[in-house]
Structures are given as structure tokens and as C-alpha cells.
């Protein structure tokens, strides 16, 4: 069942996750169109989330946002000041300006990628973790993974480990979602575009998230005449039989990637899988080193939840057969 709509306002609007960003020129969606697709997200209880391009809007696009229940996702190198200060996701391209800005509280960071750049900087995060409240680590070229990265990244990840453990110590629980999410979780938390989440873009049409308008590829519908998801089950964990048995909770099972890795948005590439449950492994020896540091109890109550124990083994894609190309 749906409960999300992301409107991407701009044809140049920056990616926040796996995709690559716009190479397009600036194209506001038109207002009629964004008029249409709220007037749908409030029939239908949607909660809506905007995707700002990096200018200021023009006065009648911000009164009609304002008139809806939505959370802002903007880039660091927006030029509305009001915008980035009150936006709950703010993403960062560089890790020059992850390093140089101005961070707040109670604010999402997402910190876009590469692989050997986050092996070769990662180091820098624990300048940054001390600040912030929250950091998504977002890798944009999850496909270049392969055996002889996983070593290393362990590594990274149990370094960052440390990190998030001084912090808890002085009772600062910040969030990486590459090691605190699966720590939290009960069950599977994932991105659900397609099921839970739909997105409508500057053309009028609606798409299974905004990687597939940057593909143009597999519209789904249009604001005039509804949705229309082919095989829409192939979108839920149920159809999907490796993640469904998987444990590695806090994976974002990208349908996106699915469909370039495997040619199939219900089964992931072993790229995706090996790097979240190498965080998944980390995540247990993270959770075991607070635990022998009587940082936090079993009964302990984090942000609601109980932060519960997870063995040191779980679950090996490698069951599947398969090998890194």
C-alpha cells in the first residue's frame, strides 16, 4: 500500500541516492501538474517529500508546498538559505563540504559516494559523527564492488565502529546507517519504492522512484489518468525470494540497482548483497563492544526501541552460489 509521494520539482534536482545526478537543464515542473499530484497525495493520505533543485522557487511553487504536510530534501549547495535551514535531508556531494559545513541538530545528512572514496576518507567521519545527529552513507557505484574490497571495508566499517561507541559513551547515540540501523530494526526496513512509494516528476508522469526518471525509462502513470505499476507485487518483499529470507534488515534492496545488476527488480546483485552484510556483521560486533562496555544494557530503550542482540554469524548470500564478477 502506498504512503509516500516524492515529487521531484525540477528536472535538475539532485540525486539523494544510488543514481547518478541530472545531467538536464533546469525544468520546473509545471504548477498545474504539481497541483494535480498533491491534490492526489491528499486523497489517498500520502505523506509527500520534495526534492528541490539547487535555485530559489518561484513564490507561487512555495506557497502551494506549504499548503501540504511534506518533509524537504535539498542539496548543500542550495541557494535558498531559509530552504537549507529548514530542511530535514540535506545531501552532500563532496567531502569538502561534508567537512566545511555548518551542521544542526535534528537533521538527516546523506553523504553520496564512491566506494574508493569512502575506503580512502572514511577516516574523516569521526571529525564529523560528533557533530551531526544523523549520516547516510550513500555509495553511487555500488556495481564496482567485489571480493577485493570486502577486507577493507570491514575494516572501515569496525574503525567507524569505535567512533560510534565514544559517542554513545558520552551519550551522544548518533546515527550511521551503515551500522545503526540493522541495530534497531525487528524486520526488513527498506526503500519499498514501488509499494510503499511512488514519485512524481517534472514531466507530468509518474515513476518508481526518481532513478527511473533519470533512466527515462518505465513511466508508470501520469497525473491525469492514475498509476498503472505492471507486476506490482514483484515490488514487495514477499515476491522478492532472497531478501525475503534475508536478515540483513537495514539493506535499502534498491529495485533500481536490482533492475541494472540482475535485469530483475526483485533480485539483487551480489554487489548489493555482500557489502550489507559485511554492515550487518559489523553492526553485531558494534552492538557486542557496547554491551562489554556497559554502554548500553539489553533492556536499554534507544529512540523508542529496544536495542536488541544480534549474533556474530548471520546469513551468507554466498548460499546462493554466486560470485562476484
Known amino acids: 500500500m502506498l504512503k509516500y509521494l516524492i515529487v521531484q520539482l525540477d528536472d535538475s534536482a539532485p540525486s539523494f541516492c544510488h543514481y547518478p545526478d541530472s545531467e538536464r537543464e533546469p525544468k520546473l515542473i509545471p504548477l498545474d501538474t504539481l497541483r494535480k499530484g498533491l491534490l492526489r497525495s491528499m486523497k489517498e493520505n500520502l505523506t509527500v517529500q520534495f ?30 538559505s531559509g530552504l537549507l535551514a529548514g530542511a530535514e535531508v540535506i545531501v552532500i556531494n563532496s567531502l569538502e563540504n561534508l567537512e566545511n559545513f555548518k551542521f544542526a541538530e535534528g537533521k538527516a545528512y546523506v553523504w553520496r559516494t564512491s566506494i574508493s572514496d569512502f575506503l580512502k576518507n572514511n577516516g574523516k567521519l569521526s571529525m564529523i559523527l560528533p557533530r551531526i545527529d544523523r549520516l547516510n552513507v550513500v555509495f553511487t557505484d555500488v556495481a564496482n ?19 560510534i561507541v565514544a559517542e554513545y559513551d558520552r551519550q551522544h547515540p548518533v546515527q550511521l546507517n551503515l551500522l545503526t540501523d540493522r541495530i534497531l530494526l525487528d524486520e526488513m526496513n527498506n526503500c519499498n519504492a514501488g509499494d510503499e512509494c511512488i514519485t512524481l516528476c517534472p514531466d507530468g508522469r509518474y515513476y518508481i522512484c526518481p532513478a527511473f526518471y533519470s533512466d527515462s525509462k518505465n513511466a508508470v ?23 525475503r529470507t534475508c536478515d540483513a534488515w537495514q539493506c535499502r534492496r534498491c529495485v533500481w540497482l536490482n ?67
Do not use: W
Request: charged share 20%; hydrophobic share 35%.
Open 51 to 80: 526534492i528541490y533543485p539547487d535555485y530559489e522557487l518561484p513564490n507561487e511553487y512555495a506557497a502551494l508546498i506549504d499548503s501540504v504536510y511534506h518533509a524537504d530534501i535539498v542539496s548543500v549547495k542550495s541557494e535558498n
Open 145 to 163: 564492488f567485489n571480493d577485493s574490497l570486502k577486507v577493507n571495508y570491514a575494516k572501515a566499517l569496525d574503525k567507524l565502529a569505535e567512533v
Open 221 to 243: 502513470g501520469d497525473v491525469n489518468n492514475g498509476l498503472n505499476v505492471k507486476n506490482p507485487q514483484l515490488y514487495r518483499i514477499n515476491h522478492a525470494p532472497i531478501c
Open 259 to 325: 533492475r541494472n545488476l540482475t535485469l530483475e527488480v526483485n533480485t539483487p546483485g551480489r554487489q548489493q548483497c555482500v557489502m550489507t552484510h559485511l554492515e550487518r556483521n559489523a553492526s553485531a560486533r558494534l552492538l557486542e563492544n557496547l554491551r562489554n562496555n556497559k554502554i548500553l544494557g539489553l533492556t536499554k530503550v534507544l529512540y523508542g526501541r529496544t536495542l536488541l542482540y544480534l549474533p556474530g554469524l548471520l546469513f551468507g548470500f554466498e548460499k546462493c552460489g554466486r560470485g562476484c564478477k
